[in-house]
Antibody
Framework: EVQPVESGGGLVQPGGSLRLSCAVS????????MDWVRQAPGKGLEWVGR??????????EYAASVKGRFTISRDDSKNLLFLQMDSLKIEDTAVYYC??????????????WGRGTLVTVSS | DIQMTQSPSSLSASVGDRVTITCRAS??????LVWFQQKPGKAPKSLIY???KLQSGVPSKFSGSGSGTDFTLTISCLQPEDFATYYC?????????FGQGTRLEIK
């Protein structure tokens, strides 16, 4: 069964750092693009960023709101996706989800999501 | 950024009803649209991709249509497990953007 599982959330002070992990199983991780998406309490969904697959040299994309502060990486040998979050702001408080993309013909829809991990930025 | 506008924002319906949710993109996105379902504390579940293609394992009571800027999700014969929040999402261009959600409640 394809099921991403996020971990690493918690309480952090403004200006601090946190690293989230997403463990995946049930598919060949290196073949797939993976995204991070977040949802602030009571708010809508916001795309955070993308890690492309080995074929695309693991290149990344980021939302303007996190560019320069967040870094996405992956370890294909361990089936892990990471989100390194630095210089955290109160407005980064959210549930963070990782999601698998299934790319075909140059189009990449999401197909499987994890349950998310809560990050709270507060003093 | 492409804005995705869903309507209605909430909807009350009864078991057995058929409902339709709409999603409008601020510019053309071809058929690069996903519909997914979210329940509290659960992983979001993708239902439809490429605007009208059913994800594997999703029952045929869910159907999607549309292309360009206007899209619909139809759910027929509502069952208690279908009451949730539904979102549309475009993947035509960066950044990926989402509708604000439609909360489907039991009448």
């Amino acid at each position: 069964e394809v099921q991403p599982v996020e971990s690493g959330g918690g309480l952090v002070q403004p200006g601090g750092s946190l690293r989230l992990s997403c463990a995946v199983s049930g598919f060949t991780f290196s073949d797939h693009y993976m995204d991070w998406v977040r949802q602030a309490p009571g708010k809508g969904l916001e795309w955070v960023g993308r890690s492309r697959n080995k074929t695309k040299s693991y290149t990344t994309e980021y939302a303007a709101s996190v560019k320069g502060r967040f870094t996405i990486s992956r370890d294909d040998s361990k089936n892990l996706l990471f989100l390194q979050m630095d210089s955290l702001k109160i407005e980064d408080t959210a549930v963070y989800y990782c999601a698998r993309l299934y790319c075909s013909g140059g189009r990449c829809p999401f197909d499987y999501w994890g349950r998310g991990t809560l990050v709270t930025v507060s003093s | 950024d492409i804005q995705m506008t869903q309507s209605p924002s909430s909807l009350s319906a009864s078991v057995g009803d058929r409902v339709t949710i709409t999603c409008r993109a601020s510019q053309g996105i071809s058929n690069d649209l996903v519909w997914f379902q979210q329940k509290p504390g659960k992983a979001p579940k993708s239902l439809i991709y490429a605007a009208s293609k059913l994800q594997s394992g999703v029952p045929s009571k869910f159907s999607g249509s549309g292309s360009g800027t206007d899209f619909t999700l139809t759910i027929s014969c509502l069952q208690p497990e279908d009451f949730a929040t539904y979102y549309c999402q475009q993947y035509n261009s960066y950044p990926v953007t989402f509708g604000q959600g439609t909360r489907l409640e039991i009448k």
